[in-house]
């Protein structure tokens, strides 16, 4: 009994090796099948690996291909560049040769015209300047504002200097802009000092003069501005140049009116009729003329005919009211305590400015 069953355990083992036995058989089949492939496929690896490197060689070919037709295409464009500038410049050398000396000209010529106008304007400016700051001062004719900031502007570069180093020039702007701002007092010490500048000019010291005795009139000063007025005469009344024949004229002029304003009618005539020898179109000169007649008593035809006179040389309308209609209005307050000048006496001089001509 226990023969029988060692014999089936037998059979049994028997039977599983067997088993094993096929199935390590089909394992290793497959192994050397696994084994065969990886030999393939590293062959295959191998052949893709030098396809790419051709590849990669052929890439590199064509790279320097490219880099070479680049370099040939820049080396064609910058000679066909200079080419081009050549041929520019060929021509441009042509056209100058051709058309380079009218150019030229032309060149000139219009630099001349702009030094000329440059020229022109800085001396415009120079005489606009030249006369604001060394002409008459004249009360009725204020400066407008640009007049005023240009004014100003060389009145600050003047105080920039010690006054030991000022000129005539600098004095006269100095009292110009005084003047302006309403500063009599100052206006009348720096025209003194314009006189007494050593590079004062004879005709700068006889507008000096002259302008003190303007601004000294205006302060109420009237004798002080007779003495300057007289001083103008006596130094300048004799000189035959036309700066100085004006300047005399001028102060007679004025010196006439301060002689009328003192209640001097006499001497506002006689000076008036001085003035009017030197400068016989003189309008306030015509003016006072007739006005003195009227103060002093003459024929109403006689005045008429002065004020007739003095209206043909203004013949402006505006300007006819400023140099006499304005004066006969005013009269009680240019003299007080004095009758005021008849109103049909006005009228007939304002009619003068109303006639046709």
């Given at each position: 009994?226990?023969?029988?069953?060692?014999?089936?355990?037998?059979?049994?083992?028997?039977?599983?090796?067997?088993?094993?036995?096929?199935?390590?058989?089909k394992l290793s089949d497959k192994?050397?099948?696994t084994q065969r492939e990886v030999?393939?496929?590293?062959?295959?690896?191998?052949?893709?690996?030098?396809?790419?490197?051709?590849?990669?060689?052929?890439?590199?070919?064509?790279?320097?291909?490219?880099?070479?037709?680049?370099?040939?295409?820049?080396?064609?464009?910058?000679?066909?560049?200079?080419?081009?500038?050549?041929?520019?410049?060929?021509?441009?050398?042509?056209?100058?040769?051709?058309?380079?000396?009218?150019?030229?000209?032309?060149?000139?010529?219009?630099?001349?015209?702009?030094?000329?106008?440059?020229?022109?304007?800085?001396?415009?400016?120079?005489?606009?300047?030249?006369?604001?700051?060394?002409?008459?001062?004249?009360?009725?004719?204020?400066?407008?504002?640009?007049?005023?900031?240009?004014?100003?502007?060389?009145?600050?570069?003047?105080?920039?200097?010690?006054?030991?180093?000022?000129?005539?020039?600098?004095?006269?702007?100095?009292?110009?802009?005084?003047?302006?701002?309403?500063?009599?007092?100052?206006?009348?010490?720096?025209?003194?000092?314009?006189?007494?500048?050593?590079?004062?000019?004879?005709?700068?010291?006889?507008?000096?003069?002259?302008?003190?005795?303007?601004?000294?009139?205006?302060?109420?000063?009237?004798?002080?501005?007779?003495?300057?007025?007289?001083?103008?005469?006596?130094?300048?009344?004799?000189?035959?140049?036309?700066?100085?024949?004006?300047?005399?004229?001028?102060?007679?002029?004025?010196?006439?009116?301060?002689?009328?304003?003192?209640?001097?009618?006499?001497?506002?005539?006689?000076?008036?009729?001085?003035?009017?020898?030197?400068?016989?179109?003189?309008?306030?000169?015509?003016?006072?003329?007739?006005?003195?007649?009227?103060?002093?008593?003459?024929?109403?035809?006689?005045?008429?005919?002065?004020?007739?006179?003095?209206?043909?040389?203004?013949?402006?309308?505006?300007?006819?009211?400023?140099?006499?209609?304005?004066?006969?209005?005013?009269?009680?307050?240019?003299?007080?305590?004095?009758?005021?000048?008849?109103?049909?006496?006005?009228?007939?001089?304002?009619?003068?400015?109303?006639?046709?001509?």
């Amino acid at each position: 009994m226990a023969q029988k069953q060692s014999d089936a355990r037998t059979d049994a083992l028997s039977a599983d090796m067997k088993t094993l036995q096929e199935r390590f058989d089909k394992l290793s089949d497959k192994l050397n099948d696994t084994q065969r492939e990886v030999v393939q496929l590293r062959a295959e690896l191998s052949g893709q690996g030098a396809r790419l490197s051709d590849t990669n060689g052929r890439i590199g070919d064509v790279n320097i291909w490219l880099t070479i037709f680049a370099v040939i295409v820049a080396l064609a464009a910058i000679f066909g560049l200079w080419q081009a500038s050549r041929r520019a410049a060929d021509e441009a050398r042509h056209w100058l040769k051709k058309n380079g000396v009218d150019l030229l000209n032309e060149l000139k010529d219009d630099l001349a015209k702009h030094k000329a106008a440059t020229a022109k304007a800085a001396e415009d400016t120079q005489n606009h300047f030249a006369t604001l700051v060394a002409g008459v001062i004249d009360k009725s004719k204020p400066l407008n504002e640009a007049e005023q900031a240009e004014l100003r502007d060389a009145e600050v570069e003047v105080k920039d200097r010690p006054e030991s180093r000022y000129t005539a020039q600098d004095w006269n702007i100095r009292a110009h802009a005084a003047y302006a701002d309403k500063k009599l007092a100052d206006a009348a010490l720096y025209l003194g000092k314009v006189a007494e500048s050593p590079d004062a000019s004879a005709v700068d010291i006889a507008l000096a003069l002259h302008n003190t005795g303007v601004v000294l009139g205006e302060m109420g000063r009237f004798d002080e501005a007779v003495a300057v007025y007289d001083e103008v005469v006596r130094r300048f009344g004799a000189a035959s140049e036309p700066a100085f024949r004006e300047l005399v004229a001028e102060a007679l002029g004025n010196r006439a009116w301060v002689s009328y304003q003192k209640g001097d009618d006499a001497a506002l005539l006689a000076d008036s009729e001085r003035a009017l020898k030197i400068s016989p179109q003189a309008a306030v000169s015509l003016c006072n003329r007739a006005f003195a007649l009227h103060l002093l008593g003459r024929s109403r035809a006689e005045v008429m005919a002065a004020y007739g006179l003095a209206w043909l040389a203004v013949n402006d309308k505006a300007r006819w009211h400023d140099v006499a209609i304005k004066d006969l209005r005013e009269h009680p307050r240019n003299r007080p305590g004095a009758e005021p000048v008849p109103a049909d006496l006005i009228a007939a001089v304002a009619a003068l400015a109303e006639k046709k001509e």
